[in-house]
């Protein structure tokens, strides 16, 4: 799907705003992205660690932001739905650059994260919202920027009210929806409740299901690299039963 502008990104907006959470299915390259899309899921989200991986890279910005990039074309190019590019902390990019990479690429939007594998520890959430604002301010309402907030993730004192502090931060920033990675499921009622945007919610095997998520306030559910993962396993089980004969 090549950049549609306004168009395009409204019409992912959109999705966010229904009354069933918006399910995003993780993908990786151009076969994974046209199965979920050919299933009729009507948006898709690239995984940072499974493309990663496809690339022969490890997670964690080891990619080069060229190859990243070039992948989330190759997926846009290949399916006639939204695709909402996972580009971590931004690979050191400048906002603007930020902004014109996912439109050259055809990306409706990205998610962008408060902490990442050189420097651990939170971002400072005064810093990262202007950073999240120059981003919007770049895209010129062009994308949908998702802010990751990793409260949960890195182990701070009370994640829960510290996701609310960033996420209205945020929000108040252009981010039209944040994703408390591994938020426990009774909290997205309070953190849809007192943020006021989107909530993006993690399914992974063993978590309630998207309609259960849904229900308790996640306005769109992803699934990090764990499709990735299950795929992964599936080809190596393929392989050893080749290798046995």
Same mark, same amino acid.
């Given at each position: 799907m090549t950049d549609g502008g306004r168009g395009a990104v409204d019409a992912f907006r959109a999705l966010q705003h229904r009354d069933a959470p918006l399910v995003l299915p993780n993908v990786w390259d151009a076969v994974s992205a046209r199965a979920?899309?050919?299933?009729?899921?009507?948006?898709?989200? $690239?995984?940072?660690?499974?493309?990663?991986? $496809?690339l022969g890279y490890a997670d964690g910005e080891d990619t080069p932001p060229g190859e990243m990039f070039a992948a989330v074309a190759r997926i846009v190019r290949a399916v006639d739905v939204p695709v909402t590019a996972d580009i971590e902390?931004?690979?050191?990019?400048?906002?603007?650059?930020?902004?014109?990479?996912l439109l050259e690429a055809g990306a409706v939007g990205c998610n962008l994260e408060d902490s990442g594998p050189a420097d651990p520890e939170l971002a400072d959430p005064g810093r990262q919202a202007e950073r999240l604002a120059a981003v919007c301010a770049a895209a010129d309402g062009r994308l949908l920027v998702n802010a990751r907030i990793d409260t949960y993730l890195r182990g701070a004192d009370d994640p829960l009210a510290a996701a609310v502090e960033r996420g209205r931060l945020?929000?108040?920033?252009?981010?039209?929806?944040?994703?408390?990675? $591994?938020?426990?499921?009774?909290?997205?009622?309070v953190l849809a409740a007192e943020i006021g945007v989107p909530v993006n919610a993690l399914c992974h095997p063993g978590a309630p299901s998207p309609a259960e998520l849904g229900a308790l306030g996640a306005a769109?559910? $992803?699934?990090?690299?764990?499709?990735?993962?299950?795929?992964?396993?599936?080809v190596a089980d393929l392989a050893a039963g080749l290798r046995a004969g």
């Amino acid at each position: 799907m090549t950049d549609g502008g306004r168009g395009a990104v409204d019409a992912f907006r959109a999705l966010q705003h229904r009354d069933a959470p918006l399910v995003l299915p993780n993908v990786w390259d151009a076969v994974s992205a046209r199965a979920f899309a050919g299933a009729g899921f009507p948006a898709l989200a $690239t995984s940072s660690s499974a493309v990663a991986a $496809t690339l022969g890279y490890a997670d964690g910005e080891d990619t080069p932001p060229g190859e990243m990039f070039a992948a989330v074309a190759r997926i846009v190019r290949a399916v006639d739905v939204p695709v909402t590019a996972d580009i971590e902390r931004g690979y050191g990019l400048a906002p603007e650059e930020i902004a014109e990479r996912l439109l050259e690429a055809g990306a409706v939007g990205c998610n962008l994260e408060d902490s990442g594998p050189a420097d651990p520890e939170l971002a400072d959430p005064g810093r990262q919202a202007e950073r999240l604002a120059a981003v919007c301010a770049a895209a010129d309402g062009r994308l949908l920027v998702n802010a990751r907030i990793d409260t949960y993730l890195r182990g701070a004192d009370d994640p829960l009210a510290a996701a609310v502090e960033r996420g209205r931060l945020y929000a108040a920033a252009g981010a039209e929806c944040v994703y408390p990675i $591994t938020a426990p499921p009774d909290h997205l009622p309070v953190l849809a409740a007192e943020i006021g945007v989107p909530v993006n919610a993690l399914c992974h095997p063993g978590a309630p299901s998207p309609a259960e998520l849904g229900a308790l306030g996640a306005a769109r559910v $992803t699934f990090g690299g764990s499709l990735h993962a299950r795929a992964s396993a599936a080809v190596a089980d393929l392989a050893a039963g080749l290798r046995a004969g």
